[in-house]
Each structure stands twice: as C-alpha cells, then as structure tokens.
C-alpha cells in the first residue's frame, strides 16, 4: 500500500491535518523571509548610524534610519528623534522601549501559529483514531452478533484507526521543530537590538554630556580672558 492509499484509509480527519500542516509551512517561510538580518537587524547599516552619531551626525543619522526601513532603523530613528526634544537619557529610553516593543511584537507576528498547529495536529490524529475505533467496535459487535466476527477483520480496523495518530505525530513533529527555531531566531534578533539601541542612547548622552562639557569649557575660558582684559 503507498502513501496515497494510506492518506485515503486514514478517513477526512487526514485532509484536516494536511491543510494545517500547509499552513505550518507556509507561515513559517514568510516568517523566515520577513526576518532576513537584512531587513531586521544589517549589519553594516547599525555601524554606520554609531559612527554618524558618534561624531555628532544626528540629523544625517535619523535621516538614513528614516530611509532605511528596517526594524534596529526604526528603533534608532525613535531613539535619535527623542534625543532631539528630550532633556534626559530616561527620556530616550522610554521612547526606545515603546517603539522597539512594536517592533518585537510585529516580529512575533504569526509565529504562535505553527506552534498552535504542532499542537493540534496529533490531537486531530487522536482524534480520529478514537473515531476509527468506535467504529471498528461497532463493526465488531454486529459482526459477532451475526457469527461473521474474525480477528484479521479486527485487526485491519485497528490499524487503519491508528493511520491518522501516525500522521499527525508526522506532521507535529518537525512543525514543533520549526516553532522553536523561530522562537530562537526572534529571541536572538531581539536581543541584538536591544543591545545596539542602548547602544545608541548611550553615545546620545555622551554626546550630550560632551557637548555641554566643551560649552562650560568655553565659558569659563571666556570669563578667564575677559577677567584678564
């Protein structure tokens, strides 16, 4: 027997499984294609904001993030746009933390579906082998109230009940497996803005705090000369 025939012995709880287990997979390449590095976290572009804002380059810097448009950009551009009219760094970071909490939340976006259907699909699978066996039981309680009761007859029920617990375990397995890759590949690029963006603030307030450094420096060296003429 091939596997169609084992899909058509399983009964209509096997179509149900089969159109989960598409959907597993085709959440889980779009979830892979939206968190390419490239469009969450590039390299290359986070560098180049640090160093902008380390020479004090806010404007171009918010400017670049602005056209950017990728999840650390707009979590910068939220950082460098506060900078702007906060007058602390508490100020910058809650800011930073409201827009970086609707990013992670779009990047979770749909995830919880292939965890959703690594758990349902054996339970589907439970599920119509309970329904095989019931009717298998059936079969057999009026077959021996005939006398026509014999056990290969049993037995080929029982198998056929258990097709669809077998392909649903097929399916929930590697969907689980999938589920936590994502989960971990989230938590990974999560973390890493996290890092980056507090990176940002800092060099913000020390730009700040150097700013009006040099200010007082000249003050004072301005007093100095006009004491001294």
Known sequence: MDI???????????????????????VFLE????????????RAFVERIRALVAKGKTSEALLLCEENGSSIAIVMAGALRAYENANERRDIKEAVEEVGAR??????????????????????????????????????????????????????????ALITTAYGLTVAIPTLLLYRYLQ?????LVLEMEEDAMGIVNLLEDGRRNAAKAA??????????????
């Open 216 to 229: 007082k420096e000249a003050d004072e060296a301005r007093s100095a000369h006009e004491a001294k003429g």
């Open 4 to 26: 169609t025939e084992l899909f058509q012995q399983g009964g209509a709880l096997m179509w149900a499984i089969l159109a989960a287990s598409v959907v597993g997979v085709g």
């Open 184 to 188: 971990g590949r989230n938590n990974a």
């Open 103 to 160: 990013e992670v939340a779009h990047m979770d976006r749909n995830v919880e579906i292939v965890g959703v259907i690594a758990t349902i699909t054996p339970l589907l699978g439970l599920l119509g082998t309970v329904v095989g066996m019931i009717q298998v039981f059936r079969e057999f309680v009026t077959a021996y109230a005939s006398g026509a009761v014999g056990p290969d007859s049993f037995a080929q029920g029982i198998w056929q």
């Open 31 to 42: 979830r892979m294609w939206s968190l390419q590095r490239s469009r969450v976290h590039p």
